[in-house]
């Protein structure tokens, strides 16, 4: 199993930062994407940005140029730098993990935390 732990979600003004972390611990297999998905109220959870392996990047068109995902060196870590917030970026962001080639291809998910972008 995988466990997620999120942090640094909060207010912000538009075209204000935050910076996202999730840690993964647990059997974390060697092959695997971390990411970020979102949902704001009324919505369904979609999908922001992931990082396969450590190395491969995709973003959502809505938020390329804008956000950055990257990893520590340990690649236990997933970090979402957020710039130029929009109103509409706000949501419950989610941390997930994925195993990748495995016969099952685990999956884990974050609490959530909170972002919300107000003047």
């Known amino acids: 199993q995988v466990q997620l732990v999120e942090s640094g979600g909060g207010l912000v003004q538009p075209g204000g930062s935050l910076r996202l972390s999730c840690t993964a611990s647990g059997r974390i297999w060697r092959l695997n994407m971390m990411g970020w998905y979102r949902q704001a109220p009324g919505n369904q959870r979609e999908f922001v940005a992931t990082d396969v392996n450590a190395g491969t990047t995709h973003y959502s068109e809505s938020v390329k140029g804008r956000f950055t995902i990257s990893r520590d060196d340990a690649g236990k870590t997933v970090y979402l730098q957020m710039n130029s917030l929009k109103v509409e970026d706000t949501a419950i962001y989610y941390c997930?993990?994925?195993?990748?080639?495995?016969?099952?291809?685990?999956?884990?998910w974050g609490q959530g935390t909170q972002v919300s972008v107000s003047p």
């Open positions: 997930n993990y994925r195993e990748i080639g495995t016969e099952k291809e685990f999956e884990a």
